[in-house]
């Protein structure tokens, strides 16, 4: 059954608006997986026709949340981050990519040094969605070209980030861009 990206919305303000905790994302999440295989969401946000980019394509009033879709049209990868105080939902909707999430090891006690250690390793496969709650380190490797779908608690733009350099023990803190 056709479903479209103001349905996955409506749906996603319906669970925030029970409950904006890690239960209600994880729902959220299962909505998403739908949007992900409508063949009419991919043609229009997703197609052939889009540049390498992130586009935002939905801004919720209420909860603030966002839902930007990710064109990358060649192979990439990225070093391990967290995305501060957002909660952030990653949806697969063309090939796949290998994510690796990170556990920090020191007490952060020392400005810039971090000790990363590798917690899991999987492949987050087209038609579907993974949670990162707050904090999560994570680190996406694209082998192939990737559409991807990521929704997330508020506008990452606005808010600390954090890069982390697992080689050289590092952890740069990236001011909120806009
Ligand atoms: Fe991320």
């Excluded at 999440?29 to 991919?42: G, I």
């Excluded at 105080?85 to 990170?102: F, K, L």
């Excluded at 590798?118 to 192939?144: C, D, M, Q, T």
């Amino acid at each position: 059954m056709a479903y479209s990206l103001k349905t996955f919305c409506e749906d996603a303000r319906a669970e925030l608006k029970q409950d904006t905790g890690p239960e209600a994302r994880e729902r959220i999440a299962q909505h998403l997986e739908k949007l992900l295989v409508d063949p009419d969401f991919v043609a229009t946000h997703l197609g052939p026709d889009k540049r390498s980019g992130a586009e935002t394509i939905y801004a919720d009033p209420d909860f603030d949340f966002r839902v930007m879709a990710h064109t990358n049209r060649g192979a990439s990868n990225n070093t391990p981050h967290c995305h501060g105080p957002s909660w952030v939902i990653y949806g697969m909707a063309m090939n796949h990519v290998e994510m690796t999430e990170w556990k920090r090891e020191d007490d952060g006690s020392v400005d810039g040094h971090a000790d990363l250690s590798v917690e899991r390793k999987y492949f987050l496969n087209e038609g579907e969605a993974h949670v990162y709650n707050e904090g999560v380190i994570h680190s996406l490797n694209r082998p192939l070209e990737t559409r991807l779908v990521r929704v997330t608690g508020c506008d990452l733009n606005q808010t600390l980030r954090y890069r982390y350099d697992p080689a050289k023990n590092a952890v740069k803190v990236l001011e909120p861009v806009g």
